[in-house]
């Protein structure tokens, strides 16, 4: 006979056991299920790592939107896609944890142009093509990565600067000073660099354009408010905002009106933005934006056809521009707003 002590001893040793061996079973039901899926996956598709930089904007969400229903299975892909949330240091870790899963490409969207040497060294000696999106880097060794997929953003801040020049002249407006502020994108990036670039090269060409401020706002909505709230206290006699994206836009539009000033066309403000979202083109018909420089999302199917032409074994370009419009009341029509989902 064994004593209640000992029975209630053993039950607990039992139970112990018994839960020990059905984690360490989990856990390796779980790994071999994953290396299972992968291993296939990989047999039969081209399996594609895309490090997104974040979630920021309207913009980002459709060149997102655009990568995953480029990168289907249908279309013969694998799709591991990372959101970044805007740290440069996650972009790293999913590319080197792609490059821990053998991944057949990387695709990454950077948040900044530098400090990506040493990441993407290690890709290329892995023997992973690297292919940038949106954003470019700014890196010595151009072997780095491929090619690159995006906007031109020195000419789209030319195409802005080139704007408002005709708009001044049919104003009657091109001697005058005419007051700027400038709402910049993520610093470091290559849309925030490029866009500056570009609209100071026209810039410079007018004497009578006084800068009066440019500020970082993220190309988000909450900042972009934030930065023109303090624009419109610090200068009373804006002209222009210069918002290097639409979210940014939306955010310092709201800031002028509580401020009870007016923006757009006839307004105390004109307002100048740069994507062309829905939302956005909406405004541009109504004439609460003057202007808005096209920034095209829709890069995964451009994408799609450079890795084609790497499996064909054909020779690609460094880089490759996606087309562009420049967007104002005259050129806005209903089917435009109605054709754009994003
Ligand atoms: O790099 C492209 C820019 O990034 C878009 O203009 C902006 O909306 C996004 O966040």
């Not at 064994?2 to 039950?11: A, G, N, T």
């Not at 299972?36 to 996956?41: A, F, H, K, L, R």
């Not at 866009?195 to 090269?201: A, D, E, H, K, L």
């Not at 060409?205 to 900042?223: C, M, P, V």
Request: charged residues 25%.
């Amino acid at each position: 006979m064994f004593k209640k002590s000992d029975v209630i001893s053993r039950l607990i040793f039992v139970l112990f056991a018994a839960i020990l061996f059905l984690m360490v079973l989990g856990g390796r039901l779980f790994t071999n299920i994953e290396e299972d899926v992968y291993v296939s996956e990989e047999e039969n598709r081209i399996v594609v790592g895309v490090s997104q930089l974040g979630s920021e904007s309207g913009w980002r969400t459709a060149n997102t939107e655009s990568v995953q229903n480029a990168f289907t299975q249908e279309n013969g892909y694998f799709l591991i896609f990372n959101n970044a949330r805007q740290k440069q240091e996650n972009q790293i870790k999913a590319i080197r944890s792609f490059i821990s899963q053998r991944v057949d490409y990387i695709v990454f969207a950077p948040v900044v142009e530098t400090g990506w040497e040493t990441v993407l060294q290690e890709a290329k000696e892995a023997g992973i093509p690297v292919i940038l999106m949106d954003r470019k880097v700014d890196v010595t060794d151009k072997s780095l990565y491929v090619t690159c997929v995006g906007s031109d953003f020195v000419e789209e801040g030319q195409r802005a600067g080139r704007w408002l020049e005709k708009d001044l002249a049919r104003r009657g407006m091109d001697e005058r000073t005419v007051n700027i502020v400038i709402l910049k994108g993520t610093q470091g990036s290559s849309s925030q660099i490029g866009r500056t670039i570009g609209f100071s090269v026209v810039a410079a060409n007018h004497g009578n354009w006084n800068i009066l401020e440019q500020e970082y706002a993220d190309f988000t909505s909450a900042k972009g408010r934030e930065v023109m709230e303090v624009f419109l206290r610090k200068h009373p006699d804006i002209d222009v905002v210069i918002s290097q994206n639409d979210d940014m836009t939306f955010g310092a539009i709201e800031a002028i009106r509580d401020s009870g000033r007016t923006v757009g066309i006839g307004g105390d403000i004109t307002i100048i933005s740069f994507d062309a979202v829905n939302t956005a083109l909406k405004m541009v018909s109504r004439g609460d934006i003057n202007v808005d420089i096209e920034c095209n999302p829709n890069q995964g199917e451009y994408i799609s056809q450079v890795i084609e032409m790497l499996e064909d074994g054909q020779e690609v370009e460094s880089q490759y521009y996606v087309e562009e419009d420049v967007f104002t009341i005259e050129n806005v029509t209903r089917e435009l707003i109605e054709q754009r989902n994003y």
